[in-house]
């Protein structure tokens, strides 16, 4: 089981993909928590140079909700990882992390179920960026 799924997008800036994902999110109830920019980051601690690379920290307060009562500790494996970066001139990625794959370790059904749910929607996300 691979622990992502991506598409590139084509022909458009990092911001115009970048607001394209957070509409997407949106539709499907998730808020950006948390955003890392590497690129500026790396540059900043190491002094290395990165090419454009987001990780937003997506998370759906209803899903949250109920993994975090069915298993307190799974605040570990949150928030859900989108990432936005850089792949080729006027080329960007967008992968979403697997929810079944990274909490499969949890060995909990109902985790299961509600992270195969989460799926579905993150896929969608991907799906419905151009």
């Known amino acids: 089981m691979t622990y992502y799924q991506h598409k590139i997008i084509k022909n458009k800036s990092i911001s115009e993909v970048r607001t394209e994902v957070e509409s997407a999110l949106k539709n499907e109830g998730f808020g950006i928590l948390t955003e890392i920019d ?22 759906n307060p209803v899903f949250a909700d109920q993994v975090l009562e069915a298993e307190p500790h799974i605040g570990t494996l949150l928030p859900c990882n989108v990432t936005i970066r850089e792949v080729g001139t006027g080329e960007y990625e967008v992968a979403i992390m697997d929810p079944a794959a990274a909490m499969s370790a949890v060995n909990n059904p109902k985790i299961e179920t509600l992270a195969g749910e989460v799926r579905e929607k993150l896929i969608r996300v991907l799906e419905s960026v151009e």
């Open 38 to 59: 590497i690129q500026a980051t790396m540059k900043k601690k190491l002094g290395k140079d990165y090419a454009p690379y987001l990780i937003l920290g997506a998370c």
